[in-house]
């Protein structure tokens, strides 16, 4: 059963524009939310995150959006850059439990 | 600050054989997740301690894989014997418990890359 999906496996967008990416989830037991990237031969590095009591969460270029009744998150990144050229996961969980649930993933692909 | 630390990088073996990968998390950090990411999938949660003790190793594929963190430091992940599926990189992750509870980030090692032949 897949709990948290990204159903764009790959996105390519120009320099200097918006990336959107988003993730579904299937649980509303599900309170909070993160962002990692992901270079390859690296592991997951934490990007942003977002507490369900918020549905807005910005740092820096940055900004994750939560929809809780559609039980859906988007990461934008505005403007984008070539070095954001990446694979995204969404991560859920439910506070209290540290345990973590990714989606399978977004390569977003920043062109110059 | 150091990171997490993960030995070794890549490792290829033919199936039926053993393997084992040992992770060093950050000083501290005392939750350790080991995870398994197979090529085009999201990182799936293999085992998680707390300190030295296990809170979930639900997914732990438990007739081959073993997972010990003696002294709440160190870990190592053990697959005996390896199948052709097992191929995948086999991430290690720490974090903090937050005091008065929460949810804190996970700080993830390079991982390791196996080859199952």
């Known amino acids: 059963d897949q709990q948290v999906k990204q159903n764009s496996p790959s996105l390519s967008v120009q320099e200097g524009r918006i990336s959107i990416l988003n993730c579904d989830y299937t649980?509303?037991?599900?309170?909070?939310f993160l962002w990692y990237k992901k270079y390859p031969a690296e592991g997951p590095t934490f990007l942003i995150s977002?507490?369900?009591?918020?549905d807005k969460n910005e740092d820096g270029r940055f900004t994750v959006f939560l929809n809780k009744s559609a039980k859906h998150l988007s990461l934008h990144i505005v403007p984008s850059q070539p070095g954001d050229s990446a694979v995204y996961f969404c991560?859920?969980?439910?506070?209290?439990?540290?345990?973590?649930?990714f989606g399978t993933g977004t390569r977003l692909k920043v062109l110059a | 600050e150091a990171g997490v630390a993960q030995s070794p990088r890549y490792k290829i073996i033919e199936k039926r054989q053993s393997v084992a990968f040992w992770c060093n998390p950050i000083?501290?950090?005392?939750?350790l997740y080991w995870y398994q990411q197979i090529l085009g999938q999201g990182p799936k949660l293999l085992i998680q301690?707390?300190?030295?003790?296990?809170?979930?190793d639900s997914q732990l594929p438990k007739d081959r894989f073993s997972a010990e963190r003696l002294k709440g430091v160190d870990s190592t992940l053990k697959i005996q014997p390896a199948k052709l599926e097992d191929s995948a990189v086999y991430l290690c992750?720490?974090?903090?418990?937050?005091?008065?509870?929460?949810?804190?980030?996970?700080?993830f090692g390079p991982g390791t890359r196996l080859t199952v032949l």
């Open positions: 992750a720490s974090s903090l418990v937050p005091e008065g509870g929460g949810n804190n980030e996970q700080f």
């Open positions: 649980n509303s037991m599900f309170d909070y």
């Open positions: 977002i507490s369900s009591i918020k």
């Open positions: 991560a859920v969980t439910t506070v209290g439990t540290y345990k973590y649930i």
């Open positions: 000083s501290g950090h005392a939750t």
């Open positions: 301690f707390q300190n030295n003790g296990v809170v979930d």
